[in-house]
């Protein structure tokens, strides 16, 4: 088997210090939005389980279904 030959590639990036903050900043966000939606569907999939999601209906939840989603 033999190795690939991979072209030497050196970028050259330059950036300055408000470019990082923008993009770090920029990162931040939508880290914190990522985790904003998993949370959301998290309360989401408890709402389903105790029957109370808007425009579903379903069985009403025992304690054992409410134990067993959490």
Known sequence: MSNPNLPNITPTISLSRDD?????????AMEELGLAHIINA????IRF??????G???PSATLQDVLTVN
């Open 56 to 58: 579903v209906s379903g």
């Open 49 to 54: 389980a105790l029957g109370t999601l808007q």
């Open 42 to 45: 998290e309360g989401e999939k």
């Open 20 to 28: 990082v903050v923008n993009l770090l900043m920029s990162s931040i």
